[in-house]
């Protein structure tokens, strides 16, 4: 079997492993929580009886291992349970939400991606000089200014001030993409703003750390220009680290943009977790807390495949 | 005479250094060098390290390595002074009329491309060719270089081809977009002596076949003069001596010059065996975890109280995994090693800590085998009081004692690493191993990575030290001048397996088997037309064969 086949399978392998160990975590952790659910739903005027009863309807006088299994096997076959609160079914609530945040995250991830890469590359090729220290200096800047107050920022000055956008990030299928489009600007750019400098800055050093090898000096006595050496001879080696620093970013424009999207009232996941947290509605948690796992572990096993198919030693052995 | 191709005057180039403790400051390093260079010949630039010869081949394509800047004087390349032209007449220049090839082609090429790509990139990016005509230009070349399958070698990836066929792909990089002239810096050093005369041989027709002249950088006055018309001699950054190779090599003006032709003027007699071997190496087989295969096979040597046994072989051919296995670090899967009477235990673990004082060890890289934070007086003393137990004023009267030995003397105590030359560093090994007072010095390649002044200093004194403290060496080396000047019974290595072992008279004299006569007439000789010699000699024996 070709090596780079063996590596991607163990890969796989190792990655469902790590989303079985998270949904263990995730169901124990909820589990250990104080509060029960049955006197949550019926409130404090609850008769024991009844109590007792939707215990038993829930299943949760059920040893806490056949609990976890019967959640797990459901998890698998789509069936996420119903929240407690409202009593909808969660997958379908879920289904909406998370299209939502995939829809800001993808169009974040758009612009953000190609414009760290080309900055990380403008900041190599005029490094110390200039460009270099403004782009630094510029998205260090954004980076360090919490993204909410970055958001009420925008909306002041571009919703309020200039209505160029809509400062609430409404959607839905009624919408054409363009009115889609203008209705997430804002989100969008403080999202930019936000995973800009980590992915730019990682871009620059991977990039400056293979500059200094012995290849490269040959590329320069090629007589090929600053930047012709950049991306046709340091780029392609420079792949594996920043591939791993873009995907924790786009899993953070997946997972962590909660604030984001109670700033801009966005019906996305975030919102969503943070309404039934508040609400104590375990079931709806538990799910929330397995998509945006299974988000994480997926962006970074894409990582990982994508470093080993970089890599010319293992693509093709000797 | 026609106006010559390149064509160096008063060339001064400078660099920040950033000494520790010191604030950085600009210092000179090349001081005003001169010379000329006509089209179609070569010109040997020679010196030991820091003498700035790579640095002035560099110069000739305006470019300064690292912190290095042209602070002063005139290139001309073809008729213009390169260091007065923009940046992108540079840019034309380089890859089009000059070109490099670099010491080690397995870091000069990107290893995220194919072969042939880099090859013709230059060619076709300075529109020298097309990138058909290039490629078929490189094949040729391939085929020239001597490359196997040149039709396809070219799609390979550099991890897939052996060091020397890509020290001779890097020169047919050089020489694809036809250039007027090749930098070549130290081309063969890195590479085994068997495979360094084939490369030199394929750089040799190729430099006849196309016409192109050459600087050739090197530390090696042998191989240099079988390539160069000319010879500049090179010592921290003056020019020393300036001829034809033929005066450099057969009647050197300068005192230096006759230094760099007559090194290696160390005799010693061999000793004879003693009945009582010191170190007894039986049946040694042993692999490293994950391989498929022993990189020590049955291997047998023995040797004797105050003697030396030279391990000789090439790269891969185990000589430093049996080092690894008699000091302990891998276990062998068969066979026994004998010590000072006692049989020691296979890992390390297993050693006692007396097992481990007699058994001392010198390394090749003397600066990383210190610690970079500790004076020379802590790094000596530590053995000291490991092993003895010797503490404050008598510590410091045996550290001092030791340093007079390695003759640097009671000043050094105080100094870090960072401030010894290369030479003085392996001394202070020299010294830290000999405070154990051990039985036997297993030395890793000692000399290597030294200057050949320097290193023969060092064989000087480990056979000065050898005589007063009666202590045993076995001595892993490539080179075979090393071998010659010091042993007292040599072990050639192949393929993990000792192909020849004895006495050094008998190792060293004929009838010799195929390997060991391949290895000894490899070793470039100082004399001119040596190479045409060696190469002749082969082409006979195997057509008569």
Known sequence: MHPVVKLVAQRLALSLLLLLAASILIFAGTMILPGDVAQSILGQSATPESLANLREELGLNDPPVTRYFDWLFGAMQGDLGTALTNGRDIAESIGQRLSNTLFLAFWAAIISVPLAILLGLIAVRYKDRWPDKLISGVTLASISIPEFLIGYLLMYYLAVQLGWFPSVAMINDGMSLGQKLQSIALPVIVLTLVVLAHMMRMTRAAILNVMQSAYVETAELKGLSGFQVIYRHAFPNAIAPIVNVVMINLAYLVVGVVVIEVVFVYPGMGQYLVDHVSKRDVPVVQACGLIFAAVYILLNMIADIVSILANPRLRHPK | ?545
């Open chain 2, 1 to 545: 005479m026609s106006d010559p191709l390149l064509k160096v005057r008063d060339l001064k180039i400078g660099a920040t250094v950033y000494p520790p403790g010191e604030k950085p400051h600009d210092i000179e390093i090349v001081h005003g060098v001169s010379f000329d260079l006509a089209p179609g010949k070569v010109l040997g630039l020679i010196g030991e390290s820091g003498a700035g010869k790579s640095t002035i081949g560099l110069a000739s394509m305006a470019y300064g390595r690292g912190g290095v800047k042209i602070t002063g004087g005139e290139v001309w390349v073809n008729g213009r002074d390169i260091l007065k032209s923009s940046v992108r007449d540079i840019r034309n220049l380089r890859g089009a009329e000059v070109t490099y090839v670099s010491q080690s082609a397995a870091a000069s090429f990107n290893p995220a491309k194919k072969i042939m790509d880099q090859v013709v990139e230059a060619a076709v990016e300075q529109k020298k060719f097309s990138r058909k005509e290039a490629e078929e230009r490189a094949r040729t070349l391939f085929a020239k270089l001597g490359l196997p399958d040149p039709d396809n070698i070219g799609k390979r990836f550099p991890h897939q081809v052996s060091g020397g066929q890509l020290q001779r792909c890097m020169t047919a990089l050089a020489l694809c977009p036809e250039p007027d002239l090749v930098v070549f810096d130290e081309p063969t050093t890195a590479l085994d002596v068997t495979t360094q005369i084939d490369v030199l041989m394929a750089i040799k027709e190729a430099i006849r076949d196309t016409g192109v002249a050459a600087l050739y950088i090197t530390h090696d006055l042998a191989v240099v003069a079988q390539v160069s018309d000319d010879i500049m001699v090179l010592r921290m950054g003056d020019m020393v001596e300036y001829a034809h190779t033929d005066q450099i090599i057969n009647s050197p003006k300068e005192e230096y010059t006759q230094a760099l032709v007559s090194v290696r003027s160390i005799e010693h007699e061999e000793k004879n065996p003693t009945p009582e071997p010191v170190l007894s190496v039986k049946n040694i087989t042993a692999r490293y975890k994950g391989l498929n295969f022993d990189v020590l096979k049955n291997v047998t040597v023995d040797l004797h109280p105050g003697q030396t046994l030279a391990v000789v072989g090439e790269s891969g051919s185990g000589k430093s995994t049996l080092a690894r296995v008699i000091t302990g670090l891998l276990p062998p899967s068969d066979g026994q090693i004998d010590f000072a009477g006692r049989t020691l235990s296979r890992d390390l673990a297993g050693r006692t800590r007396e097992d481990l004082r007699e058994l001392q060890m010198i390394y090749q890289m003397a600066d990383v085998a210190m610690n970079p934070r500790q004076t020379v007086g802590t790094i000596i003393g530590r053995p000291l009081e490991f092993y003895f137990n010797i503490r404050g004023s008598e510590k410091r009267k045996r550290i001092i004692d030791l340093l007079d030995e390695i003759e640097l003397g009671e000043k050094f105590m105080d100094r870090y690493p960072a401030e010894l030359s290369g030479g003085q560093k392996q001394r202070v090994c020299i010294a830290r191993s000999l405070a154990a007072k051990p039985k036997m010095i297993i030395c890793d390649e000692v000399t290597s990575a030294l200057d050949p002044l320097v290193a023969d200093g060092i064989l000087k004194l480990l056979l000065d030290l050898q005589k007063i403290e009666d202590v045993a060496y076995l001595f892993i080396t490539h080179d075979l001048a090393t071998v010659r000047a010091i042993s007292d019974s040599i072990a050639v290595m192949y393929q993990g397996k000792v192909q020849r072992y004895g006495s050094k008279s008998e190792v060293l004299s004929p009838p010799f088997d195929d390997y060991t006569d391949l290895l000894l007439s490899s070793v470039p000789e100082m004399k001119l037309g040596w190479l045409e010699e060696v190469v002749a000699h082969r082409k006979m024996e195997s057509a008569g064969n």
